[in-house]
């Protein structure tokens, strides 16, 4: 299971449009492969098998369908791992099973319906010695810690991830009910705002996320569909030192998914223009921009420089290629060192990759605390909620 | 005073740093001509005078200098106009003085310390049959309407001004003195950010500022210095049919004049990045950047074109050279024909220049009605405020 050189198996639970995406960077990662496809309908499974398959000389994964396909897949024995790209509302149950289980989970975002809820997952997860990781892409590609690293003394991240979504998708969609993902816009956007501010101002140490580093949410701006659900938010975080995360997440705006950061420490500005779904192409960009006042009232100047960053491994596939390592690395250290859930240490292990493997799911839970606060602020008129 | 073909006579009240800037486009708008220069100090008017008229061939400007300097300019017959840069708390006394004494005005901003007090100022103006206006040099370039109409049903509109004031700044600058300028970076700065979002949702009609349009306030995160004099703020401006002006207005971040704006009819977004301060030129640019997702969790594509419009007349030119024009036929048209006040129609008139003199009285006042209502909203610990 996970051991170095044999390639870890991965299980889909359900044919979501973004498994179609995750399943061919698993196939891209050399690390890992799908070895079984489960979806509550049989057609849609091999639909999809023979959609992803079509053109790889690889042997194609089992299709599993029907009522029964997903407990089915869980409790069998062809994968080590599952990839849960589930609605919200059905994590606890899946996650839960697949752990007990023993696979690993590799689990869509929003991860779950409450911060406690997820802390009863992390918690299973580490009893059963079994790595839990949310699938947010864009923390494992490289440009992210150039991104974060290129702006000393951060104070202000700035965020906008919106997109206008289609009349179907305001009927059908999971993530405009109530049932499916409640937390709307702010579950399904303002997740990666969150997780990119908690990475800004924590330089990218998760022992700061214990330290007082997230004091205040406020939601000032928001727009509700019928079933309550956000469809459209302006949201600040405060973080300690007066820094703050100011961003805006939409389902009923042009498509932006701009993130700039600001520091005390820098004359330059930051920017991403593409920060979740990267361009294609061989490198990914950071602009860094530098505006001077020469005399103020009077002469001003516009300074821009690029930073590219490798882009042979697009996001999906490092994060497919960091899961697997990392699950080896559980596999093979938590089962004889201490985990510390107290502490959020949920594996117990030496290596950099079970560090790490615990950096994530404390940014993973972190994330969800604030997007609870976030949520509590809505319920609440827009009023300020202590983290 | 201001008729055609001859020039209109401008004294300069006070040698602020700013003042320099307008004195240099005063004399290089052909229809204006400095002839006086009044400052508490006489050397510091002699040096003014001598710092910018050292390299032309134009006769110089007199000086006066003293305690009665400005009375002596105001009452005298030197002038036709007056342009007025004293801090704020100044304006009310200084303005009624240049009114009453026949002088037209043109008015730093932000204009007054309340807009009651603005109000009272505009209708001494109507009253005498003279111009006030203020110095907002933006709205006079071509740019900004091209950039306005550029977006189709906008809704909403981010702007973020900011600079890095330097120690003397803190110590010294009017712009950060209770006595002085009170309203700090939502006087200084927001001021730029509240017009902007004016002209953008009114669609440049400013019998729309009379129809309910502004409709609530927050200043949703703010700094004050010992004195209680705003430093950084984040704001929000709510106008009806759920349009928003967000924007960050600080004297403690980095240089920033960005504005975008964002509109449901439109693909593109519109962006400034010199909006208040143009880089140096032949054209000034508007960007319109197309982001497009091609696929849900898939694809994305970014397109971007550049829009140039003519800026051989610099906005603070087009400023003066309108401020002229205005002048001269508030000065014809306005002693027959009736004032409206209660409609916003200060000076009578039925040409495009006093239609345009009266529309942009409306702005500014309504814009100083907006910062009247940010301040309230800091007063109140950043409460939404009904405008």
Redesign the interface.
Known sequence: MGDSGKKLRVGILGCA??AK?NCRAIQASALCGVTVVASRSDQKARDFISEIFEDQNQSSPSALGGEGAYDELLTGTVCDATYIPLPTKLHEEYVAKALSSGKHVLLEKPVAQSALSYREMLSTASQHGKFLMDGTMFVHHSRTEEFIKSIRNP??V?F?FT?NGCNNFFKNNVRVKKDADFMGCIGDLGWYCVRMGLLVFSQMDSAELRKGLIQEV?V??Y?LNEEGVPLDA?C?V?FSG?R?L?F?CSFI?????TCSI??TG????ATL??AI?P??GDYLSISL?K???IQ???????ESKVIEVDNTDVQEVCMWKNFSKMVAKVDEESKSQESDIENEVWWGGSSDEVKKANAIASYSLHTQIVLDALMESIRLGGAKVKV
């Open positions: 449009n973004i995406k104070n202000r700035r906008s997109f406020q000032v701006k727009q302006d600040l405060y007066n703050v100011t805006h705006h042009p498509f932006t998914q600001y520091g820098s004359e330059y500005t223009s593409d779904l361009y294609k921009t505006n001077e006042l103020y009232d009077e002469i001003c100047v516009s």
